[in-house]
C-alpha cells in the first residue's frame, strides 16, 4: 500500500451536527440528504436532533444505523419565530443543542436549515465570537466565471449594518474561507458599491477601500478595488465583500433570476414542435446549465466570525441541497478552517501607518494559511 494510499484511508473521521427539524420540508428531507452525504463520503458521520422515535425509522429505513447518532430533542425553532423568541425557549430546541455539540467538541461542525436570525443569534451565544470580530457575517459561495466554478460573496444577511472596519473584517475572513474553501492562494478581493471610481459611494465604503487596500499585502491577497452588482458573477474578482443588506438583496435576486432562466427556458422549448426537437437535440447541454444554476448545489451559508464552523441550509433545502450544506460543513472541518480564520483575523492591524502598507502580522500568515 502506498503512502498516499494510507494517508487517505486513515483520514480523521468527521462528525456533523444536524438540526434535523429546521427546515420546511421536514426531518425525511434532511435524513434524505445524510444518506446521500453519506453514501459519497465514508469520512462523515453524524449526529442527529429531534424526535427519536421518528428519526429512527427514518434512518433504519436507509440504513444509517453505523453513521448517525441520534438524540432526542422534542422542541424546535419555528421559521416564523422571532430571535428574541427563540432564545427565551433557547436550550430546550433541536437548534440550540445541535450547536451545542460544536461548542462541546462532540462535533467539528453544525448545518441547519432552520430560523436565520435565530441560528446566528444562538451560534454567538453559544460559541462567541473570535477575538477582534466585532459582527460575524454569512458567507455564500455564488456561481461565476472563475474556473472554480464560483465566488465567495459576504455578508448576504447576519447583519444589515456594516462599519469600514467590520468591511475590513469582512474582507479578511472572506479571503481566509476563498483560500481554505476553494483553494485560492492569494484571492482577489472586491468591494461591492455604485461604481468603480474612488469617489464613489457612501463614506464608510470609501474609507473602508482604503482601510482594504491598507491590510492587503500583510493579509495575502490582493484587493481590486470597487467592483459592482455585474461583477458579482464576473471572473474578475474571487470575493465580493458588502454589507448585510445589500448582500440580501443580491442573493435573492439572483435566485430568482435562476429560477426565471429554467422556467423560459422550459417554456421556450415546449413553444412548438420544432422546439421540442430542439430541446431533445440539446438535452446534455441544457442539463449541464440546469445544474450550473442550480441554487441547491451551492446550497450553504457559513457563519463566519465564530468559534465554531456553523452552516445554515436554505429552509426550503430537499436532500440535493442538504447534502452541498453538509460537503461544505464537512470540507471546512476537514481543513480546520475555522483556526486559520481565527489566526488571520489576529493578524489584522487597523492602526495608522504613516503612509506605508500594513505588513502587521506577517509571522501569523503562516498559521493563517
Known amino acids: 500500500m502506498t503512502d498516499t494510499h494510507q494517508s487517505r484511508s486513515a483520514k480523521k473521521r468527521i462528525t456533523i451536527s444536524v438540526d434535523a427539524m429546521g427546515g420546511d420540508l421536514g426531518p425525511a428531507a434532511i435524513v434524505a440528504g445524510i444518506s446521500l452525504s453519506a453514501s459519497k463520503n465514508p469520512n462523515v458521520a453524524f449526529l442527529v436532533f429531534g424526535p427519536k422515535n421518528e428519526l429512527d425509522a427514518l434512518i433504519a429505513k436507509r440504513h444509517l444505523g453505523d453513521r448517525c447518532e441520534v438524540r432526542d430533542v422534542r422542541e424546535y425553532v419555528k421559521m416564523d419565530d422571532k430571535p428574541s423568541q427563540a432564545m427565551r425557549q433557547g436550550k430546550g430546541t433541536t437548534m440550540w443543542a445541535a450547536i451545542d455539540a460544536v461548542k462541546n ?148 435576486t439572483g435566485e430568482g433570476t435562476a429560477r426565471l432562466i429554467r422556467e423560459l427556458l422550459r417554456e421556450a422549448f415546449r413553444a412548438t414542435p420544432l422546439s421540442r426537437i430542439a430541446a431533445l437535440l440539446a438535452l446534455t447541454s441544457l442539463r449541464r446549465l440546469s445544474k450550473r444554476i442550480d441554487p441547491r448545489r451551492v446550497n450553504g451559508g457559513v457563519f463566519l466570525g465564530l468559534n465554531g464552523t456553523v452552516v445554515k441550509s436554505h429552509g426550503s433545502a430537499d436532500a440535493t441541497g442538504v447534502t452541498a450544506a453538509i460537503k461544505l460543513a464537512f470540507r471546512l472541518a476537514e481543513s480546520g478552517f475555522n483556526d486559520r480564520l481565527a489566526a488571520r483575523v489576529a493578524s489584522l492591524d487597523l492602526s495608522p501607518q504613516d503612509g506605508e502598507d500594513n505588513k502587521a502580522g506577517t509571522a501569523a500568515s503562516e498559521q493563517a494559511r
Request: aromatic share 6%; hydrophobic share 40%.
Open 105 to 252: 467538541g462532540e462535533a467539528d461542525a453544525v448545518v441547519s436549515c432552520g430560523n436565520t436570525g435565530a441560528l446566528m443569534a444562538m451560534s454567538m451565544l453559544a460559541l462567541r465570537k473570535l477575538p477582534g470580530v466585532d459582527r460575524p457575517a454569512i458567507g455564500i459561495l455564488w456561481p461565476s466565471q472563475n474556473s472554480g466554478g464560483f465566488n465567495v460573496m459576504l455578508d448576504v444577511g447576519a447583519d444589515v449594518r456594516a462599519d469600514a472596519k467590520d468591511l475590513v473584517q469582512y474582507a479578511l475572513m472572506g479571503s481566509s474561507y476563498a483560500r481554505n474553501g476553494l483553494g485560492l492562494r492569494r484571492p482577489r478581493i472586491g468591494l461591492l458599491n455604485v461604481g468603480t471610481e474612488e469617489n464613489k459611494g457612501r463614506p464608510e465604503i470609501r474609507e473602508a477601500h482604503d482601510l482594504i487596500q491598507r491590510a492587503a499585502p500583510g493579509a495575502e491577497f490582493d484587493f481590486i478595488g470597487f467592483v459592482e452588482g455585474g461583477d458579482i458573477p464576473s471572473d474578475r474578482v474571487d470575493v465580493i465583500v458588502t454589507d448585510g443588506f445589500t448582500g440580501n438583496v443580491a442573493l435573492k
